[in-house]
């Protein structure tokens, strides 16, 4: 149970969240938990989904964005965003079953994108403490610096729902996936 109220529909959310609720139900087809629990806070809400927006639209793949989600969510034992975005590597970013646990152990078959995991990782275990030598890896696999200021702001939009979830406890509403640990 969900330690705030969850609004159950669009019309019970805060009134300035209700617009943001509809983008997100006309963009997904639905409202999943996170966003409304989120819209207990408009400014909150906003501000999430123009970061996830703008992150986007950025130059990071969507396979790499997935990637960095579900490797921050496990080294942050977020069960809602596990399962989250479990469903969305294999549904809309199109990952294997092998990619994405290879994801949530922070690794990739895929040599770039295993480098950026492992910033990803190193960033969200380390809590930004990184090496110069840590910077200069990622853009030695080829990554602009635009791309290495992506990774960082996907850490950061990902942590950021992280700990909305489990602060809140917000009720999973996607197939639950266990954690690599248990």
Not at 13 to 42: C, D, H, K, M, W
Not at 77 to 93: E, F, I, S
Request: with cysteine.
């Amino acid at each position: 149970m969900s330690r705030i109220p969850t609004p159950a529909s669009i019309s019970e959310a805060p009134e300035a969240s209700r617009a943001l609720l509809e983008a997100v139900n006309s963009l997904l087809g639905t409202v999943p938990n996170l966003f409304r629990i989120t819209a207990n806070s408009p400014k909150t809400l906003e501000g999430y989904l123009g970061l996830n927006g703008a992150l986007s639209a950025g130059s990071l793949s969507a396979q790499t964005r997935e990637r960095i989600a579900l490797a921050v969510a496990e080294i942050n034992d977020c069960d809602y965003c596990l399962a989250a975005h479990d469903y969305l590597g294999r549904n809309v970013a199109k990952l294997s079953s092998e990619e994405i646990e290879a994801a949530r152990r922070g690794h990739s078959d895929d040599e770039k994108a295993a480098v950026a995991l492992e910033f990803a990782a190193k960033i969200t275990k380390d809590r930004g403490n990184v090496s110069s030598d840590d910077v200069q890896k990622v853009r030695s696999a080829g990554y602009s610096d635009a791309e290495l200021v992506e990774i960082i702001g996907n850490v950061a939009l990902n942590v950021l729902t992280n700990y909305i979830n489990r602060v809140l406890a917000t009720d999973i509403d996607f197939p639950s996936v266990k954690p690599l640990s248990e």
